[in-house]
C-alpha cells in the first residue's frame, strides 16, 4: 500500500506512526518541512518530500497582510500537494495534526484522506484565549471544512471525535484510536535510572519527587500544579520535590512560573528537567513518585499510557476526554480548577498504603499491555486504511460503470 503522510516531522509520535508503517510493508511518502528520518532496514520504501508552505508567515503577514499571506500560502501548499499526489499516486493520504496543511490536502482533492486529530489542534479552536494566537473565525471555518471533507476522522478520546464533528456541523464517519504504548520499553523496572536522574537533579533520594510531566504551557496547568504543590508541601514530614519537565515550553510561561516559584518561596524545592530524548523518558518515570497533569482540555495522552506502563501513579483532572478509560479507575481524579482540592489528592495519594498502591498500579499496566501497547494500535490503523481504499475503489468502479 502507497501511503502519503503529512504530520510533524520532529513529533516523536509521527516517527512512531512512519516506522509502524514501513515495517509492515507499505511504501510511504512523508510530507513536512521536517525529515523524521526513520529508522528501517527497508529505506527503499520511503520517500521524504518537503513541504513548500509559506515558512515564516509572521513576516509575510507584516509584508503583505494576514488575509493575502494566508491566502497565498493555502494556494503554494495545495498545488504543491497536487504535484506530489500526481507523481507518488498513493493508494491513500493521511493528514496527522489538522490544520492548513490538512485543508490543503481537501482542496487539492487527495482521496480517500484519513485525518487524525491529536488533541490541541482541535482543543484550540474551543478554548478561547489559551495557546490560540493563530485561531480566528476563519481558521475556525477552515477546520470545519476540512474535517466535513475527510473520508475518515480518527480522534485519541471519543470527546475529541465530538468535538470534530462539532467543529465540522455534521456527523462524521469517526473511529477512537490512540498511539499507544511499547509496553516492553516502558515498564518498572528503570530504577537505576531514575536514581542516577535524581543525583544529576540533587534531589535527596528518599524525597517524595512530584513531576509535573506535560508540555510547559497555560494549557496544562502548570501554575495550578505549582500553587496546589506549595499549599501541599506543608503537610509532608520530609520536603517533597516538584520537578517541571521543561518540553515545548512557551517562553513568557516559563518565566511566569519561575516568578511564581520565588513568589510562593519554594524555589528550595523545585527542580526544571531539560529536555531528554525519547529513549529516556523510562527514566523520567522512574525519577517520579507522583505524575501530574492538570490540563484545562486534553485528548487521552500518551503519557497515561507511558505512566501506567511504568507503574507510575497519576493525578489528574476529571475531563469527559478520560471518561470510560482505564484512568478512570487507577488515577486520582480531581475536579479541574480546584487547587485546593488538588493539594489534598496529592498529600493523600502521596500518603497511600504502599502494598495498596503497587497492587492498583500492576493491575494498570495489565491493562495497558492488553488494551493500549502500540502493537494494537498499529494493527488497527492498517485494518482501516484497508477499509478506506477498499470503499473508495468500489465507489470509483460503481462511478466508471454509470458512465459507460
Not at 13 to 19: A, D, E, F, G, T
Not at 282 to 306: G, K, N, Q
Not at 345 to 360: C, G, L, N, V, W
Request: net charge neutral; charged share 25%.
Amino acid at each position: 500500500m502507497k501511503v502519503l503522510m503529512l504530520a510533524p516531522g520532529k513529533s516523536i509520535h509521527s516517527k512512531r506512526s512512519l516506522n509502524w508503517l514501513l515495517e509492515s510493508g507499505c511504501h510511504v511518502t512523508f510530507v513536512d518541512y521536517t525529515d523524521p528520518r526513520p529508522q528501517v532496514a527497508n529505506r527503499q520504501a520511503y520517500r521524504f518530500m518537503p513541504y513548500l508552505g509559506m515558512r515564516g508567515r509572521r513576516f509575510y503577514r507584516l509584508v503583505l497582510g494576514s488575509g493575502m499571506a494566508d491566502m497565498l500560502g493555502l494556494q503554494l501548499g495545495t498545488s504543491w500537494l497536487r504535484l506530489i499526489e500526481r507523481y507518488v499516486k498513493p493508494d491513500i493520504v493521511h493528514a496527522q495534526w489538522v490544520d492548513h496543511r490538512a485543508y490543503c490536502c481537501l482542496k487539492a482533492g487527495l482521496r480517500p484522506l484519513v485525518l487524525s486529530a491529536w488533541g490541541t489542534d482541535i482543543n484550540k479552536h474551543l478554548l478561547p484565549g489559551i495557546d490560540n494566537k493563530e485561531d480566528s473565525p476563519q481558521a475556525h471555518r477552515m477546520i470545519g471544512e476540512t474535517l466535513a471533507g475527510a473520508d475518515l476522522v480518527i480522534g485519541h478520546s471519543p470527546d475529541i471525535v465530538a468535538k470534530c464533528a462539532l467543529l465540522a456541523g455534521s456527523e462524521l464517519r469517526t473511529e477512537v484510536l490512540t498511539f499507544g504504548v511499547d509496553t516492553k520499553a516502558f515498564h518498572p523496572d528503570h530504577r537505576e535510572a531514575g536514581i542516577e536522574l535524581r543525583h544529576r537533579l540533587d534531589i535527596p533520594q528518599d524525597a517524595t519527587v512530584l513531576l509535573s510531566i506535560r508540555g510547559l504551557m497555560p494549557t496544562y496547568g502548570h501554575h495550578l500544579i505549582l500553587e496546589a504543590f506549595a499549599q501541599a508541601q506543608l503537610r509532608f514530614k520530609s520536603a517533597p520535590i516538584l520537578v517541571f519537565r521543561r518540553f515545548a515550553a512557551v517562553e513568557a510561561y516559563e518565566a511566569d512560573l519561575r516568578r511564581q516559584v520565588e513568589e510562593l518561596g519554594v524555589g528550595h524545592r523545585v527542580r526544571w528537567l531539560d529536555q531528554v530524548p525519547f529513549d529516556q523518558m523510562r527514566a523520567v518515570y522512574a525519577l517520579a513518585d507522583l505524575i501530574v497533569s492538570y490540563p484545562a482540555m486534553d485528548a487521552f495522552p500518551v503519557t497515561f499510557m507511558e505512566a501506567a506502563a511504568c507503574e507510575r501513579p497519576v493525578i489528574t483532572c476529571r475531563l469527559p476526554s478520560y471518561q470510560g478509560t482505564f484512568a478512570e479507575k487507577y488515577f486520582y481524579m480531581v475536579e479541574p480548577n480546584n487547587v485546593t482540592a488538588l493539594a489534598d489528592t496529592i498529600f493523600r495519594a502521596a500518603s497511600q498504603d504502599p502494598a495498596e498502591r503497587a497492587e492498583m498500579l500492576s493491575e494498570a499496566r495489565r491493562a495497558v499491555v492488553q488494551e493500549y501497547d502500540e502493537s494494537v494500535s498499529a494493527r488497527r490503523l492498517l485494518e482501516l486504511y484497508q477499509v478506506v481504499v477498499s470503499e473508495a475503489k468500489n465507489l470509483k468502479a460503481d462511478g466508471d460503470r454509470l458512465q459507460q
